[in-house]
């Protein structure tokens, strides 16, 4: 009796070995991206939970770029213009909107749209 033999081939292992490099460098490519979110998030919720009482626009963007240093946020990612202040039902929102582009490979790129608002706690002043 002739025993069968069963496995993956060597050309069918070189392509489960390219497809999987291939996500590999995508999430390579997207994940610092995504924890940068992630620090921008927490800068916001630590803005938002200390308080805001009297501070002006200018004041708390001041202190979210400064609690995004702590976090890894890179200066050139969130411009100044990106955060606004939402006023709706006698409350204010902090509101983050911005876009990242992360070059892939050749003339592929990555356009990331990241978006976040957080309810402030005070008054803020004009």
């Not at 490099?21 to 995508?26: C, D, E, R």
């Not at 916001?44 to 009482?53: D, L």
């Not at 626009?57 to 400064?66: A, E, G």
């Given at each position: 009796m002739?025993?069968?033999q069963s496995g993956i081939t060597l050309i069918g292992f070189l392509i489960v070995l390219i497809v999987l490099?291939?996500?590999?460098?995508?999430a390579m490519k997207l994940v610092p991206a995504y924890s940068e979110y992630m620090g921008?998030?927490?800068a916001?919720?630590?803005?938002?939970?200390?308080?805001?009482?009297g501070k002006t626009?200018?004041?708390?963007?001041?202190?979210?770029?400064?609690k995004m240093g702590f976090q890894y946020v890179d200066d050139s990612t969130i411009k100044p213009k990106d955060i606004t202040l939402v006023r709706a039902n006698n409350s204010a929102q902090l509101h983050v909107e911005y876009d990242k582009v992360?070059?892939?490979?050749?003339?592929?790129?990555?356009?990331?749209?990241f978006e976040k608002s957080v309810q402030l706690q005070g008054n803020v002043g004009q």
């Open positions: 002739k025993a069968k490099g291939f996500f590999g460098y995508m921008v998030s927490k916001m919720t630590q803005i938002a939970s200390s308080g805001t009482e626009l200018d004041d708390i963007r001041r202190d979210l770029m400064f992360i070059p892939f490979m050749y003339n592929i790129s990555f356009l990331l749209h």
